[in-house]
C-alpha cells in the first residue's frame, strides 16, 4: 500500500520568502505524486504530478517539486511567496494501475506581509 | 465546461436521520469518484465508479453509506441513521479515463464539497 507523509500542518512564511513544503511517500513500486491545493471554499486544484519522466516538474502560480527517489521526497518549492499562495496544500500519491489517489494530511500555509 | 458540483454544499442534521449528496462531474469523464475529508486531515478515498459501474469501496463506506452512478452520468452518496462522526467534508471528483502508458496518473477533478454536520 502507498502512503504520504507531509512534515509540518502549519507553515508560515513572509511574502517574497522562499516556500518549501515537504512530503515524502512510501511506495513499494514507482509512484506517481501529485500537489493539490484547496482555497477556501473551493474544490482541490492540481499543481503538478509526476509521472516518471523528468524528476523535476514545473507546474502553475510558479511551484515546483523535485521527485528524489533516494530520499523518498517529492518536496514543493516556490522561490518567492504571494499573499496569493496563502491556501492548504497536499500531496498524493499513486500507482500504476491504480485508480484513487492516496492523500496525506495536509499543509497549511501562511504568508505574512 | 462548468467544472465538477456539488450539492447540497452544506447540510446540518440530527444524529438518526437520512442524507443525500448528489455530484454532476463534467461531462464527458467516465470516472467518478468520493472522498471525504475531516478537519485537519487529507481526504480519504472512499468508493470508485467507471461509468455506471462501481469498481472499488473503501473500508470507510460503512453498511449505512451507499453511492450510486445509474445513468454514468451523476452520482448520489446517501448515509443512513447519520452519526455526529459523520460530520465531515464530501468530496466528489471526476476524471478521464487515462490511455496513455501512465495509467494511474489520472488528474482529477475535484468539487468543491458537500459540508455534513451532523448535530
Known amino acids: 500500500a502507498q502512503s504520504v507523509t507531509q512534515l509540518g500542518s502549519h507553515v508560515s512564511v513572509s511574502e517574497g520568502a522562499l516556500v518549501l513544503l515537504r512530503c515524502n511517500y512510501s511506495?513499494?513500486?514507482?509512484?506517481?505524486l501529485f500537489w493539490y491545493v484547496q482555497y477556501p471554499n473551493q474544490g482541490l486544484q492540481l499543481l503538478l504530478k509526476?509521472?516518471?519522466?523528468?524528476?523535476l516538474v514545473k507546474g502553475i502560480n510558479g511551484f515546483e517539486a523535485e521527485f528524489k527517489k533516494s530520499e523518498t521526497s517529492f518536496h514543493l518549492t516556490k522561490p518567492s511567496a504571494h499573499m496569493s499562495d496563502a491556501a492548504e496544500y497536499f500531496c498524493a500519491v499513486s500507482v500504476q494501475g491504480a485508480q484513487k489517489l492516496v492523500f496525506g494530511q495536509g499543509t497549511r500555509l501562511t504568508i505574512n506581509p | 465546461d462548468t467544472g465538477v458540483s456539488q450539492d447540497p454544499r452544506h447540510k446540518i442534521t440530527k444524529r438518526g436521520q437520512n442524507v443525500t449528496f448528489r455530484c454532476d462531474p463534467i461531462?464527458?469523464?467516465?470516472?467518478l469518484y468520493w472522498y471525504r475529508q475531516t478537519l485537519g486531515q487529507g481526504p480519504e478515498f472512499l468508493t470508485y465508479f467507471q461509468n455506471e459501474a462501481q469498481l472499488e469501496k473503501s473500508r470507510l463506506l460503512s453498511d449505512r453509506f451507499s453511492a450510486e452512478r445509474p445513468k454514468g452520468s451523476f452520482s448520489t452518496l446517501e448515509i443512513q441513521r447519520t452519526e455526529q462522526g459523520d460530520s465531515a467534508m464530501y468530496l466528489c471528483?471526476?476524471?478521464?479515463?487515462?490511455?496513455?502508458?501512465?495509467?494511474?496518473?489520472?488528474?482529477?477533478?475535484f468539487g468543491a464539497g458537500s459540508r455534513l454536520t451532523v448535530l
Open positions: 511506495s513499494s513500486v514507482p509512484p506517481y
Open positions: 471528483a471526476s476524471s478521464s479515463k487515462d490511455r496513455s502508458k501512465y495509467s494511474g496518473a489520472n488528474v482529477l477533478t
Open positions: 509526476y509521472t516518471s519522466a523528468a524528476t
Open positions: 461531462s464527458e469523464h467516465n470516472r
